[in-house]
């Protein structure tokens, strides 16, 4: 039988030691708190951000919602996160991705401050991480981490492919699997578009992460019978539903599942985790910031 991993549940583990964390802090007189920051105006950030927002609430995090208008000049955002940077009540920022085209990304990932970086995009938090120090662990991969701990799948010595090579995925999550210690130790390749024969990989793999933004791309055919899937995909289809859309993965669900040992579904697999290791962030931040000691598993 395929187990599929309810990231719902897993996440609402990590909310419950995220409010217990909330708990010693707010005992020591630290209320934490994180800002987001969202300059466009698609659908689907708007849904992210204000999902984030209710999670805070949910845990006891205080949090602050920002919003700029898309056509506002870039240093309106630089001057929005520097102002935040000096708030000593603020202890978490995320600027949202995408920002506007008008708005360097490289200077978006720099104008955090590495202590309030929660996503650890900031290239001191990306070296820390790539040298196996790392300050925040980023969300998404973070959170691929947990759930397959929670399902007792140990990295150590397997075979992980990652399909995917973003900064905010695919990067990072491969340097975590790739770092001594627990949670890492795997042997990892990392696929993307140029990669010859994607499936000659995949197929070698005993865990297959897909982070790659094509719908199914990554069906049972490219797979190996006894292997762990994750599926980081989130794509919108089926404009003509009555919702105006459908949530589905880079994964093939059905044909995967029919190989895989365990497997994440689209919605309610990795999307909530992300969500979840923000907080997790957050309250890590506002520890070290307000230098208030915390068990953070
Ligand atoms: N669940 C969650 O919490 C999150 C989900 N996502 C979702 O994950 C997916 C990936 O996001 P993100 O990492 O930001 O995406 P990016 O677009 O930044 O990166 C996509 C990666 O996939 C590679 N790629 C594209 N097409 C192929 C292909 N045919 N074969 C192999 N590799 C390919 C690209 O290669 P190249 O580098 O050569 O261009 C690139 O490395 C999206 O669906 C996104 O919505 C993202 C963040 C969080
Ligand atoms: N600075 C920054 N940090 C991010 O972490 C970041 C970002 N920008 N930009 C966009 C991506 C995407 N992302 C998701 C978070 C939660 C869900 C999520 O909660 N998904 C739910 C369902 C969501 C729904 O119903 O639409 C699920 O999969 O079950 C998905 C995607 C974070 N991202």
Request: glycine share 8%; aromatic share 2%; charged share 25%.
């Amino acid at each position: 039988m395929t187990t599929v991993i309810d990231g719902n549940a897993v996440a609402a583990d990590v909310r419950e030691d995220v409010s217990a964390v909330v708990d010693t802090l707010t005992d020591a007189g630290v209320t934490p708190r994180l800002a987001t920051v969202l300059m466009n105006d698609k659908q689907a950030s708007e849904t992210y951000v204000s999902m984030k927002q209710r999670d805070c609430e949910e845990v006891g995090i205080a949090a602050e919602d920002v919003r700029l208008d898309p056509d506002a000049p870039a240093e309106e955002l630089f001057d929005t996160v520097s102002d935040l940077n000096d708030r000593d009540d603020v202890h978490g920022i995320l600027v949202q991705d995408p920002t506007p085209d008008h708005v360097p990304d490289e200077r978006v990932l720099s104008a955090v401050s590495p202590a309030k970086d929660v996503d650890g995009f900031h290239p001191e938090n990306v070296g820390r991480l790539v040298a196996g120090n790392p300050r925040f662990k980023p969300c998404t991969p973070h959170g691929v981490q947990k759930l397959l701990e929670s399902e007792g799948i140990d990295p150590a010595g397997k075979e992980v492919v990652v399909v995917g090579r973003s900064k905010i995925v695919g990067k990072p999550l491969a340097n975590l699997l790739l770092q001594k210690g627990e949670g890492g130790n795997a042997t990892v390749t990392v696929c993307h578009s140029r990669t010859d024969d994607l499936a000659a990989h995949t197929r070698r793999a005993d865990v297959v992460v897909a982070a790659v933004g094509v719908p199914g791309l990554v069906d049972g055919d490219m797979l190996t019978e006894g292997t762990t899937v994750i599926d980081v995909g989130i794509n919108r289809v089926d404009a003509d539903t009555e919702k105006g859309y459908r949530l589905v993965g880079d994964v093939d669900f059905e044909s995967a599942k029919a190989k895989a040992d365990a497997i994440t579904p689209v919605p309610g697999g990795v999307g909530p985790m992300t969500r979840a290791m923000l907080l997790y962030n957050t309250v890590k931040a506002a520890s070290e910031i307000e230098d208030v000691p915390v068990d953070l598993p």
